[in-house]
């Protein structure tokens, strides 16, 4: 392909992301440098959970410098070496990290170019890039021969400049061209992978950590005393530890960590009771009446901005606003919830810890000066290693974390209290790494749940279906308590450890501001037009259960109340819901991946001929965050004893598309978790804590489940990307509850749609 650098004489302002990013980081060396073998290696604070995000950094890296795929590389994530960029979440890195990465590229090669004009007497304007090499006229060098240490070393420009044109992708580009190609894939279909799960050390040390079952269970010492003679009659057991309420084991084999798990079955080695958990809770029973009844922290946002609580008006004091039209008005008042649900990776969450001796962390090396290092699955090791500095009592340049691929990784599940648990349990055999990787009862009983919610909407049209009018009202704890965020560590075990030495107290959940895309109230402010409208979101402070930032926080469920209301709308109003989606969106990106699923699926088709009884057909849209990707869904169901999802059909913006396959995989995979969560999912709770501790009590999607899924990308080239992991959530809810409404005639307003809820709303 040939690249020429001048061509394309567009130039783009930096992203406030990149200025960020280039503020804290300015050296060409602290995102790209050279190894010893002469391989240019690009530096990421993003880390790869699945998505793709190393080979998509690497194919941005490729484009701008002109390069093939065999002469980059990009590495893991590190303290020792990485740029600080916070956490990977929020469908961001793309973003945040791609546009950096793009940007120190272009750098790179407009610094190469200039020099290489200057060697041969050339203008730079002449001077073009292809195949890793640097061509004017007769002239020709490869571009790595003009990475110097002086252009390493130097700051990078915070001018914007010129991206390298690239061939708007087709078909068939996207199968020849090498960048397409993950080597990750064809390891882990032929499980050769290695995750973290996989890693094996030499004289390495197997540990398990034991938690109580609540936040606030407390060590009853006798049943410990019991539970380590027992231990130490197994063979292998080399020591057993406990502060406050934590207890380690440390062995010589994994066989041994078995059999003293085994042991809990006869040994409560808590009382839980002071935890003094809310019993009606218990089997999902009156959530959105305990949301309600809780101490609450509350805002109203409108078109003025973010303000203290307002109390809703009355809904006829909205409809004298101006509107499109003046005719009468239809209006809908519904409630939905979601429960507690639960993280549930198939993968469990493990960690590694060593503690280094004093010999040992003396010299300069930075490698060598540290004390404690940790390897692990975390999607922020920068906050990951803040937290561990402030509960081992260590200054944060004493600890290393390392990044290594987990299976199992999306959102605030257990990779980060498992780290805590590696290097608390390390630290009593010094020297020796030690794994620690949590039982299926401790992934599915301890990790942060995903809040429940309770969401009220009312909303009036005018009778030619133009929006008059929206207000919600909506209840939920925060959707976060990741590490390194509060003066004291977000880390369970830190809780239940002795806090004499290091306060740690439990901390409430929070939600991130709404221009870093809200929590609880994620997706909740519509994207429609509509001249009046507000949200009241209420933050609920009680934490009788830990909570944390689940795949899209608050969009799956507002979304699907909101994409719930649309179509309550429509049938008041006789219209057909793609028609009253776009009476009232004015945003033609908006409009486009409407039109577009719609065209997929022969909506217009379906909406002329009868269903099948029990079939049912949904819609569902949003634009993620209101600032992201732009995703519509249509959904095709069948509803006997539970619903079967027939068919999938996905439209989606997300910008600039840097590697569509890898794109497509995401949108995908949050389609199928979607699904998962809005059909089956609901945690089982009780005094004692989390219930469904295991796949009987807590099923999830299936791969008998997933049904044909098609993806369609609208692809904007002059856009700038936005990211694909979690846009297909709430339009997936929202596409599944209308076509469950139409199969059965009737509204399900509680999550998840099994058949209990099902048989509810039949019988309403």
Known sequence: MNMSPHSNDALQALSPSVLANLHKKPKVRDWLDL????????????????QGIL???????????????????????????????AVTSGSLSIQDSGATVRHVCAHVREACRQAFAQAHAVATHDVRTQDGKLYAGEHVAPLISFITEALLDGRVTLQALPSQPEEKPTPM??????????????????????????????????????????????????????????????????????????VGVV???????????????????????????PSELENNQNLGAWLKAQELESQTISR?????????????????????????????????????????????STAWGRWRGEKEVKGDDEHQACQLEVISHSQGIYNLRRDLALSMGLPQEQVRVDHHAGAGCYGHNGADDVAFDAAWLSKSCSGHWVRVQWRRVDELGLSPLSAAMAVDITASASMSGHLQSW?????????????????????????????????????????????SGGGAERNA?????????????HRVLSTPYRVSALRSLGAHVNVFAMESVMD??????KMDPLSIRLNNLSDPRARAVLEGVAEMSNWSGLSASSHPESVGWGLGFARYKNTGAYCAVVAQVAVSEAVQVKRLFICADIGRVVHADGAINQIEGGAIQAMSLTLWEQAHLGIEGVRSHDWEHYPIARFGQTPPIQVRLIDPFESESAGAGECSIGPTAGALANAVSQAISARIYNMPLNAENLLQSLEA
């Open 35 to 50: 190894s010893a073998t002469g391989v240019i290696q690009i530096h990421t604070g993003k880390v790869e959970i699945g």
């Open 55 to 85: 080979h998509a950094l690497m194919r941005i890296a490729g484009v701008e410098l002109g390069v093939s795929a065999p002469e980059l590389h990009v590495l893991a994530a590190s303290t020792a070496r990485s740029p600080n960029e």
């Open 173 to 246: 580009r996207l199968q020849s061209s090498a960048f397409n190609q993950r080597q990750d894939i064809a390891q882990k279909v032929m499980g050769q992978f290695e995750y973290i799960q996989d890693l094996v050390k030499p004289d390495m040390r197997w540990g398990l950590v034991l938690h109580p079952r609540t936040l606030r269970g407390q060590l009853r010492l006798e049943r410990l005393n019991r539970f380590e003679q027992l231990a130490h009659q197994i063979a292998g057991v080399e020591r057993v530890v406990h502060d406050g309420a934590l």
């Open 251 to 277: 062995a010589h084999h994994e066989h041994a960590l078995s059999r003293c798990g085994a042991l809990l079955d006869l040994e409560t080695l808590w009382d839980e009771s002071p935890s003094a958990l």
């Open 304 to 348: 003025e901005g973010v303000v203290p609580f307002v109390a809703p008006g009355f809904v006829a004091a909205a409809l004298a606003t101006s509107a499109p039209d003046s005719s009468p008005a239809v209006s809908v008042s519904a409630s939905f919830t979601r429960p507690f649900v639960q993280h549930a990776s198939i993968g469990l």
């Open 471 to 515: 207000h919600t009202e909506l209840w939920s704890q925060g959707h976060g308590t990741r590490p390194g965020r509060e003066p004291t560590p977000a880390l369970l075990g830190a809780w239940q450890v002795d806090q004499s030495a290091h306060p740690a107290p439990i901390l409430v959940a929070v939600n991130a501001p709404l221009s």
């Open 525 to 537: 402010v519509p994207l429609y037009d509509i001249p009046d409208w507000a949200v009241h979101n």
């Open 568 to 573: 309550l709308l429509a049938e008041r109003l």
